[in-house]
C-alpha cells in the first residue's frame, strides 16, 4: 500500500495539543502537509511543533479558545487557504444524569458542537469560494448510540452527526466534502478528566483494550486520501471487541 502523501496541503487541527488532535497534526505533518494545529494551551502546542521538526511536514500553532466568539474568523483568516479542517476539539460531559449540574451542560454544548459549526462555517466560506476543500468531524461512536453516564457528551455528538449531514447536503455544490470519523474507546488524556467515579470505573471495567490516539489519526489521514470524486459520509473506527 502506497504511504500516505499530502505534500503541499494545508490541513487545520482544532484540539492540537493532546490526544486525537495532537495525533492528528503529527500525521498529516508526517505525510508533508503543513499543519496549522490550535488549541488553547500554546505552551503545549509549542512542544507539538518542537516535535514535527524532523517531518517532512510543518506544525504551526494557533493558540486560542474556540469558544471566544472572534476567535473562529480571526483563526480562518490566519490559516488561509485551508484544504482539510479537521475538528478535533471536544470536552466530556459524564456522570448520572439525575446527578450532574445542568449548570456544566451549556459548556459541552459550547465547545462540541457551537464552536465546530462556528469553525466549519468560518473556514467553509475560504472553501467555497476556492470551489474545493474536506471538512472531517471527528464525533463518537457515541453519535449513533447511547451509553450510560454519557448523556451530555451523547447529545452533543448526536448533534455533530447531524451539523455533518447538513453539511454535507449544502456543501457538495461547492466542491467541499464533509466526513464524520466516530472512534470507538480511545486512550487519550480526556479520559482522565472524569469528575464522578461512577463515570470512570465504568470505563474501567469494559472488557477491551482502547484504541490509541494514532490508530484514530491514522483513519483520519485516509479519509483525508480519498479521491476528489469520492466523499467517505462516515468512517466507524471500533478497538477490537467493542461491538456495542
Request: aromatic share 4%.
Amino acid at each position: 500500500m502506497q504511504e500516505p502523501n499530502l505534500v503541499g496541503r494545508r490541513v487545520l487541527v482544532t484540539g492540537g495539543s493532546s490526544g486525537i488532535g495532537r495525533a492528528t497534526a503529527l500525521a498529516f505533518a508526517s505525510a508533508g502537509a503543513a499543519v496549522i494545529a490550535t488549541a488553547r494551551r500554546g505552551d503545549e502546542l509549542a512542544v507539538l511543533c518542537d516535535e514535527a521538526d524532523s517531518l517532512p511536514g510543518t506544525i504551526e500553532a494557533v493558540a486560542g479558545n474556540l469558544t471566544d466568539a472572534d476567535f473562529p474568523a480571526a483563526l480562518a483568516k490566519t490559516a488561509d487557504p485551508v484544504d482539510v479542517l479537521v475538528n478535533c476539539a471536544g470536552m466530556l460531559g459524564h456522570g448520572p444524569f439525575l446527578d450532574t449540574d445542568p449548570a456544566e451542560w451549556p459548556k459541552v454544548w459550547e465547545l462540541n458542537v457551537h464552536a465546530l459549526m462556528c469553525v466549519s462555517q468560518a473556514i467553509g466560506r475560504g472553501m467555497r469560494a476556492r470551489g474545493s476543500g474536506h471538512i472531517i468531524n471527528v464525533t463518537s461512536i457515541l453519535a449513533g448510540r447511547a451509553y450510560r453516564y454519557t448523556l451530555p457528551y451523547t447529545a452533543t455528538k448526536h448533534a455533530v452527526r447531524g451539523v455533518s449531514r447538513g453539511l454535507r447536503v449544502e456543501l457538495a455544490e461547492f466542491g467541499i466534502k464533509v466526513t464524520e470519523v466516530a472512534p470507538g474507546l480511545t486512550d487519550t488524556p480526556i479520559l482522565d478528566s472524569f469528575s464522578d467515579d461512577d463515570a470512570a470505573a465504568d470505563y474501567d471495567a469494559r472488557p477491551y483494550q482502547p484504541l490509541d490516539a494514532d490508530e484514530v489519526a491514522l483513519a483520519i489521514v485516509r479519509v483525508a486520501l480519498s479521491g476528489p470524486n469520492t466523499c467517505p459520509e462516515r468512517v466507524e473506527v471500533h478497538p477490537l471487541g467493542q461491538t456495542a
